[in-house]
Every structure is written in C-alpha cells, then in structure tokens.
C-alpha cells in the first residue's frame, strides 16, 4: 500500500510584490479608467526584474495554487518590492483576502529586499506620470534625481527594518494556526524577546538587532525551519551604521549569526528523536547554484555582484554538521538543484525561481514518510493584465523606450523570456563581462565564436546562423531555467548544444572561450530541477 501523503505545500520566491494601484501621491498614469503606478519601460527593460505586472502575478499564482488544492504556502523572502510601507501594506491586504476566500495559510522569511535593521531606510523609485514624465518618488527628503521632472517625498516609500515590516498572519508572531511554534529564542514570540547582539572587530556589543527565525510544525510530524538569514554586519559607512545584507548571505551568518546554527543543531536533534521530518528555509543559498561552474565564471567573467552572493564551501559542512539536508532558497533567480556529499551525509539546496524573472515558477512539495516529492509548477502561461499591458506599450511610445519583444508578449513566461534576451544586451554585457569578450559577443557570428573557443569543426545545422548574442541569451536561459528552458530553447538546437559541448577542442585562441561553452555543458547535465524526489534523511535524489 502506498504511504499517505504526510502533508503538502507550495513554496514562493521573490514575489517582489509592487502594487500598481498605489497612492504615492502623484496620480499615477491613466489607462482605462485606472490611475496606474507604473515603472518606466525603458528603466524596466534594463532592470534584473519586471516590476509592473508583479502584483498581478502573485494573485494569479495564488489562485492557481488554491485551485490545485494547496493550502500552505512557504514564502521565501522578498516579498516585497522594495520594503515600501505602502506595499506592505498592500501585500498585507492580498494575502488576508486569500486566507478568507481560500482558506491559506502562510509561512514567511524575510528577504533582502523586504526589511533593513532595526530602524529601516529609506527608498526612492521613478514612476511615470500622466504625461509619460519621470516622477521621482522618494522617503528622504535630501535626495534628488537631476533626470527627473517632478519630486514627491512621501512616507509611504520608506522602508521599516524589524519587526515593523514582518507582515502579519505569516508564521512570524505565532500567529498562523499549527501544531508548534517556537523561535531560536523560546516560545515568546515578542519581538522584545528575539534579539542578539552584534559586535564589532574588537568583540564588543554594540547593539541588538531581532532575529525572525521560527519553527513550526504546520501539520502532524512535520517541521519547517524557517531561518531568517538576512545579516546587517557592521559598517560605518552604511546606513545607520549597518552593511546591506544582499551580498552576506550564509557566508556571513555563520560570523554574525552563530546561535542559528547552535539551535539548527539541537532542532535537527530533537526532530529525530521525537520522529518529526524536518525541511529547512532560508532566502540565501547554502549551496552554489551554477552546477559547480563558478571557479569557471570566475575565470571567464571576473568578480561580479553575481558571485559573491554565492556561498563558501564551509557553509555546506557546518550546515551538514547541524542537521540540514533539503534546504528551499530564492535570492538568485533561478530554477536548480544542488547537492553536496560530506563525511556527515548529503545535503540538497533547491533553488526556487522569483515570479518576476525568467524561469517563473513554484515548486509544490509533497511529504510522504521520508520522502519529499517536488513538482514545479511553471507559470508560463499566465496571462498579462491587458490594462498594464496597453499602458506599458503606451508608455514606450511616449518615451521612444527600446524595449525590444517586450510589447508584443501576452503571457508571463513570453514577457519574461523577451526581458531576458533584453537585459543580455542591454545588461549583463556591459555589467557582467570584459569589455573586449562583450565586444565578440556583439560582433561574432556562433560559428567564429566557436572557433576561436577552439572548435575545428563545422557547426550543427541548428546551429549555423545563430550569432554569438543569440547563444549567449541560450546560456543565461540554461543558467537560470535549469530543466525549465525546454520550453523556450528548440528540441533540436538544444540537442546541438549538447553536441558541440562534448566535442574535445583543441588550443583555444582564448580560454575563457572554451569554457563558456564548457559551462553550458554543465547546465545541460545538470541535476533534475523540475521533478524529483529527495530523501529527507540522507539527501538522495532520483528523478
């Protein structure tokens, strides 16, 4: 007989959720009788994410959850925009209409992108205006922007630090229904009774921040770590004397935070003794999320903002050492699976896609005895909001934006995929690599890339009149969709990938060459990202 399923749920990642019909004081932009809070065209298509259509996106991916059956959702941090109280505030409202009509129930982390320290900072954003004009629309009232026409400092673009941007009715206060709940610091769930200390190089405290970490038991014999790995070191010369947490990820945690390993170890040991399976949370990666490439970007692409929000290799031992073997994360924007081996066991990372960048999706989790069953569930096919969509195309118009296929899509996974071949040129060039290898890039056909990589022979035919740009936009999909770019790389050209990247080759003309292509063949070869099974007690993986 089959086992019953012990419980199952739906993991987010950076939702990102911006409100198009916030008040920030300006009027918005007017579309169909709507008065629209719309990001400019041309600042989106050079932007690492879609910020219009998120709102939207998070309510559709919600009821296309609740209409697969799934009541529990895991958000993985960023959450948020940007942490703006008025899109808090939004969220807020979204996610209690969900509960109600829906019957939800949601497990939150903090993100990057959501909270800052104890006190916050501030944010400022452009929006369009009615006219198509650059509105700057800022909390601090010392900052300008010279490119912009019009000014509002409000509030409500203000971003709180703890616990003021912890949202309600999502685990955080013990306030979500459940079986259990507690925090690396008891049962309290005050925010006064939560906090540690931070120290400086000579070792001495020089304040307290809170921790949002929590436990959770949302069903019979199952626990969810859920870490609050955002970590504000201190800087002198970051607000409020504090560093953003983007860049710190495990890496700093396990320096600044090291209580959170102490009571991962103890909830990892008491869960095995007490027979509760135990899946842990976080925002950050504990595991690189490139299919063991990143020495080769390194070489290829030098130190870039990228990388350094990987982690070290030590994480993945402490994290081994304090129990930890499936471990959900979001923060990087892409669709994988990695798995490391120690002397301690195994432990699997599931990188978990945002909504607002290509590949989206969600992963649907299934607990079953010692087992958990991940399906994801892409949202290609959801449909665009036509009142933002014609705005969006109006508003290029207006600003002669270049935007490329942007316009023109009518579903997410269309939209998210023309921003990615946008923000390839547009982005990721000029931001990302040499100016010398970008300029092959912009200038090479596929074939004289390949020779100079030091390929001798002819190309496949699927291959023959790509230009080099074209197969570089292939290797950022790879990249992030992982098993999800099938469906937006043909059969036979990624079959021609697979062919060339296993040829031998011989002295390249330049090396760093020979190992883009060498990386696509790891992205090819990949562990399974879309459907799995991952044993909760020794981290083994079958497809």
């Not at 019953?4 to 911006?18: E, G």
Request: proline share 6%.
């Amino acid at each position: 007989m089959e086992a019953r399923p012990l419980h199952r749920f739906a993991v987010i990642a950076d939702a990102h959720f911006h409100d198009p019909e916030a008040d920030f004081g300006f009027g918005g932009f007017p579309e169909a009788g709507r008065r629209l809070n719309l990001r400019l065209p041309g600042d989106v298509a050079r932007a690492p994410r879609i910020y219009n259509e998120a709102g939207a996106i998070l309510a559709l991916s919600l009821e296309r959850l609740a209409e697969e059956g799934i009541r529990d959702v895991v958000l993985l941090g960023d959450y948020s925009d940007d942490g703006q109280k008025v899109t808090l505030d939004a969220l807020s409202r979204l996610l209690a209409r969900f509960r109600g009509e829906r019957g939800m129930r949601f497990f939150a982390l903090p993100g990057n992108h959501d909270l800052f320290g104890a006190k916050g900072r501030h944010r400022r954003k452009r929006y369009a205006g009615s006219e198509g004009e650059i509105v700057l629309v800022t909390s601090d009232p010392d900052y300008d922007d010279p490119r912009a026409d019009r000014r509002i400092v409000t509030p409500g673009m203000y971003c709180g630090g703890y616990p003021d941007n912890l949202p309600a009715g999502c685990g955080f206060f013990r306030d979500v229904p459940c079986q259990y709940w507690e925090s690396p610091f008891g049962t309290d769930p005050d925010p006064a009774e939560r906090t540690y200390g931070l120290f400086d190089a000579s070792g001495q405290e020089i304040r307290r921040l809170m921790d949002a970490s929590y436990l959770v038991e949302p069903g019979p014999g199952l626990w969810f770590a859920m870490i609050d790995a955002n970590v504000f070191a201190p800087d002198p010369e970051g607000e409020d004397g504090l560093a953003d947490s983007t860049a710190a990820g495990w890496n700093a945690l396990l320096l600044h935070k090291p209580f959170l390993v102490s009571w991962l170890a103890d909830v990892a040991a008491r869960a095995a003794r007490e027979g509760k399976q135990l899946i842990h949370f976080s925002h950050y990666p504990v595991l690189e999320t490139l299919d063991g490439t990143l020495p080769l970007e390194r070489m290829m692409m030098g130190e870039n903002a990228f990388h350094r929000r990987m982690p070290g290799p030590g994480v993945a031992e402490a994290m081994l050492s304090a129990g930890m073997r499936l471990h959900f994360s979001g923060h990087v924007h892409v669709n994988n699976t990695a798995r490391h081996e120690g002397a301690e066991g195994a432990l699997v990372n599931l990188a978990v896609p945002a909504l607002v960048a290509f590949p989206a999706a969600v992963k649907i989790v299934t607990v079953t005895g010692s087992e958990a069953r991940i399906d994801t569930l892409s949202l290609d096919d959801l449909p665009l909001d036509p009142v933002i969509r014609a705005a969006n195309r109006r508003l290029g118009e207006m600003t002669g934006a270049v935007t490329g296929a942007m316009p023109e899509a009518e579903t997410l996974g269309a939209l998210l995929d023309a921003h990615l071949a946008h923000v390839t040129a547009r982005r990721f060039l000029k931001r990302e690599w040499p100016a010398e290898l970008a300029a092959l890039f912009k200038g090479l056909s596929l074939a004289d890339l390949a020779q100079q990589a030091g390929f001798r022979q002819g190309l496949p035919e699927a291959l023959q009149d790509l230009s080099a740009l074209a197969f570089l936009t292939d290797w950022y999909r790879l990249r992030a969709g992982g098993a999800l770019v099938k469906r937006f790389i043909a059969p036979a050209r990624l079959e021609a990938y697979g062919e060339i990247t296993g040829r031998a080759l011989e002295q390249p003309a330049d090396p760093r060459l020979s190992a883009l292509f060498e990386t696509m063949k790891h992205h090819l070869a990949g562990l399974p990202s879309d459907r799995l099974t991952v044993c909760l007690e020794t981290g083994a993986i079958r497809s």
